[in-house]
């Protein structure tokens, strides 16, 4: 407030306000200043890197502009906020959606050709912004975008990682990860370095009496490291809404600087510890549906959960409110149980520091809280060690055992001489170590719990948190299935096809309201239409060809059938099943006559997607992938009957090329293992047909697009454990068409077979967890019907047209009203109410 100008000077501001600009020449004016005073270059020295730049300046400048407004608008609006905890945000490029959803890439293409510049090349000198490792991470910037679009008074908080994922190479057919440096050239974060907050680690706890007798707890010394935040705008589509997501970075504290060591002349080792302070920030965990519970992981969480409810907390105090009303003015979302602390922050802030009591606090704290869980892997399940906690954050594993002792005496009550309920459902796992299992912590802390498909949430339910629906009931649990913003998966992924979509449904309404698109289907029979449709389904696969050429060398042919599978590479995800499944059709088609050759569909099989660095078998998939490809790929008695791809470095804006690019892709986890999918629905958005399992949102895709549109195979999830036990106690019985192609690979087929013992000895000796040998022969019959039935293009053409008209579910704008609605019990704002 003190920093506010008086309203007699404010005249003199607001003759000077900053203005947006909004024609071709006032761009060109924008953009050209920016390349001359902020980049300080000229035209004789302009390459398309500053070309980028300078427009993403111009772009930039605008999204502040409405920044600025909205945040003044939120606040003098005091509504409800939002704030997103998610410790990946994987957003992609910027410039592009930023120039679609402010609606002026058109007038930024023309300003650019009249300088000299191909929009496409200054878009494609981005970097992408990847902060995260796949569907959780892009979830987090798909709800963003969406909550910026619908209005909603919404804040992300993350981590600003200094390095994102690493990038990935292929060297010898092997994975390589180098290192992300992305925050060179970043035009899109404002560093706030005014709004900083110490967050301590370590030290110990004191009990004292305060003045009215109680007991009290302060947590002392140890060790303090800063917070510094840094904004990135998140502009809505056709709104005036500009959100925010405050990215935390790590410094050493400014009293933090160690005095005796320097000194003591010790000046060298007083630096090195303002780096560890540093290193906190540093590196995004490259796992993906893995924990693997270092303390540096441990101590990013804390730093960010700290640092982001000390700023909710003080923009709260700012209202002057009673904390009564805190669940009334703040909904916090845990995008996983990564963001747990945050519900031991908070009743650690109202007791400890505000002087609340426990129990006032702990419904404060439940009645804001709201948990996502994104997985029912055992592995990705996080727990803490106890040694390890109580080192790093003493007073919170005190609060952690008060909150389970509560929760323990409340179910002994309620079930007594329940001693088995009691330890199945204690936060602490009695093992040596001990440890905190957190997503316990979320549940009993949060009052919703929601998963992200139908059969995941009913999954929870019935599997890994059944005891919660026992003690709970059932409506503390329920399910939001996962959506995907059409802005940048439909509108700039594929802007031919949305343009054809909008001169069909009079414009470009269905965007903001993708229900419209069932107002396609009456056009599937339409002639022109579905060549118009076809042709655009050409020229994407052309541009895909195009992209697969620059990074792996391969010629493709454009017409053939492109089966694509792109996604973190994992077991459950079984991109194994789909090379065997390749490896099969070779050998079919080398055991062919000439004759029978003729009448094959030509198919060029393309995966992506990254490793964990640590994660051998997802290595020797991979591994495998390319060494088949360097076998098939030359056998010139195949030709272009059989192309195998691996496109190196999958990332959001590759996707962005091979969505649009498909005919079918792959979605083939053992049923029962993938929570949701999401490219599941970019691919069907976009024109592709998929191949998939009965799992996670494939499920609610065919009950929305039909089963005739759809390709299912495999085992069903209610039959899954069965099948291990017999895997173990039954007899083995490998699949005899994958025997076959097991014996190609010992032969040598693809090279030393020693790189692939684990892989094979997983499946025949192992017990085949993922169920690769039970649905072999059913994808192998499967892809025979995919192959019949390209044949048939006006059929498929049919199948394509209909379920992109029948997508509209998987929008997220329903996702974000959804859990407005039933999670967080917030508003819009009303633009037309604004101050
Ligand atoms: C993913 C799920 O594997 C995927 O099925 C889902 O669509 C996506 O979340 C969004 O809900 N989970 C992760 O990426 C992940 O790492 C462990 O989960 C925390």
Redesign the pocket.
């Known amino acids: 407030v003190e920093a506010s100008i008086p309203e007699p000077l404010r005249e003199a501001w607001r003759k000077h306000s900053a203005t947006k600009f909004t024609t071709k020449h006032e761009f060109e004016r924008e953009f050209v200043r920016h390349i001359e005073t902020t980049l300080a270059r000229s035209l004789y020295n302009c390459d398309e890197l500053a070309a980028y730049s300078g427009a993403a300046l111009a772009f930039r400048d605008r999204l502040i502009i409405e920044w600025n407004r909205t945040q003044q608008r939120q606040t003098f609006s005091d509504q409800k906020r939002v704030y997103y905890l998610s410790l ?1 945000f994987l957003m992609g490029r910027a410039l592009d959606n930023a120039m679609l959803n402010v609606g002026m890439k058109d007038v930024a293409r023309d300003g650019l050709a009249d300088l000299g510049f191909r929009i496409e090349d200054a878009i494609s000198q981005e970097h992408d912004a990847a902060l995260g ?7 987090a910037a798909c709800f963003l975008d969406s909550m910026a679009t619908l209005n909603y008074p919404a804040w992300g908080y993350g981590l600003r990682y200094r390095y994102g994922i690493f990038k990935q190479e292929i060297v010898n057919g092997y994975q390589m990860e180098i290192p992300d440096y992305w925050l060179d050239n970043n035009p899109w974060e404002f560093p706030r370095h005014d709004i900083t907050v110490d967050i301590q680690f370590y030290g110990h706890v004191t009990k004292y009496q305060d003045e009215n007798g109680k007991t009290c707890h302060s947590w002392e010394a140890g060790e303090t490291v800063q917070a510094v935040a840094y904004d990135v705008p998140i502009p809505g589509y056709h709104t005036k809404t500009t959100n925010n997501l405050r990215l935390w970075s790590s410094k050493a504290s400014s009293g933090e600087f160690d005095f005796q060591k320097f000194n003591a002349g010790d000046y060298e080792s007083a630096v090195a510890d303002q780096q560890i302070a540093e290193t906190i920030s540093a590196v995004l965990y490259p ?5 693997r519970g270092k303390e540096l992981r441990l101590k990013q969480q804390y730093f960010w959960c700290a640092a982001s409810l000390y700023d909710i907390v003080r923009r709260f105090k700012k209202t002057k409110r009673a904390w009564s009303e805190f669940p009334d003015q703040v909904a916090i979302q845990l995008n ?3 963001p747990t602390l945050a519900i031991v922050e908070l009743q650690r802030i109202l007791i400890d520091v505000e002087g609340l009591e426990w129990d006032e606090a702990w419904s404060i704290v439940t009645g804001t809280f709201g948990y ?1 869980n ?2 029912v ?1 055992p592995e ?1 399940l ?1 727990k803490w060690s106890v040694p390890l906690m109580q080192n790093l954050l003493p007073r919170h594993l005190q609060i952690i055992y008060d909150i389970n002792l509560f929760f323990l005496q409340s179910v002994e009550k309620r079930f007594p001489n329940d001693r088995d309920m009691l330890s199945r459902v204690s936060i602490i796992e009695e093992s040596h170590p001990k440890m905190v299992r957190m997503a316990y912590i979320a549940i009993i802390g949060s009052h919703k719990v929601n998963g ?2 139908e059969l ?1 949430s009913d999954l929870i339910k019935t599997t890994i948190f059944k005891d919660f629906v026992t003690i709970y009931g059932p409506d503390r649990f329920t399910n939001v299935t ?1 959506g995907i913003t059409p802005r940048r998966w439909l509108h700039q992924a594929n802007p031919e096809l949305s343009a054809l979509i909008a001169e069909k449904l009079g414009g470009y309404d269905f965007l903001t309201d993708l229900t419209l698109l069932d107002r396609l289907e009456v056009f599937v029979d339409d002639k022109k239409f579905r060549r118009e449709w076809a042709d655009i389904k050409a020229k994407n696969k052309l541009r895909l060809a195009r992209l697969i050429k620059d990074v792996t060398g391969y010629s493709v042919n454009p017409n053939s059938l492109f089966d694509v599978q792109v996604k ?1 590479i994992h077991e459950y995800k079984r991109q194994q099943l789909n090379i065997f499944g390749v490896i099969h059709r070779y050998l079919s088609l080398k055991a062919m006559t000439p004759e029978e050759r003729k009448k094959v569909v030509p198919r060029v099989s393309i995966f992506g997607g990254k490793a964990a660095p640590g994660y051998w078998m997802a290595k020797s998939i991979i591994y495998l992938i390319n060494s088949v490809a360097a076998v098939v790929n030359k056998d010139d008695e195949i030709g272009d009957l059989l192309k195998v791809i691996f496109i190196e470095d999958y990332n959001v804006s590759k996707a962005e090329i091979i969505c649009p690019a498909s005919d079918i892709s792959e979605h083939i ?1 053992t049923a029962g293992t ?5 490219s599941n629905m970019k691919f069907v958005l976009n024109g592709g047909l998929i191949i998939g399992t009965c799992d ?2 494939n499920i609610e895709i065919t009950r929305e697009i039909g089963e005739q549109n759809i390709f299912l195979f495999g085992n069903l999830a209610e039959d899954v454990e069965d099948l291990r036990h017999r895997h173990f106690y039954g007899s083995f019985q490998l699949d005899p068409q994958l025997k076959r192609v097991f014996d190609a690979i010992k032969e040598g087929t693809f090279g030393d077979p020693s790189s692939f013992t684990s892989l094979i000895s997983s499946i025949e000796e192992h017990g085949d967890y993922y169920l690769v040998s039970d649905d072999f022969n059913s994808y192998i019959a499967t892809h025979d019907m995919v192959d019949q039935e390209f044949q048939n293009q006006e059929e498929w053409l049919a199948k394509s047209i209909t379920s992109v008209a029948r997508m509209g579910f998987f929008s997220m704008d329903r996702v974000t009203n959804e859990y407005a609605d039933i999670i967080w019990n917030i508003e819009p704002l009303d633009i037309a109410d604004e101050a």
């Open positions: 990946e490792n796949g569907g959780l991470g892009r979830l796992n993906d549906n893995l924990e996983d149980t990564h996502t994104h997985t892997l990705a996080e992200v498909a995941h996962n973190r986890s993938e929570a949701s999918g999401t996670g949102a």
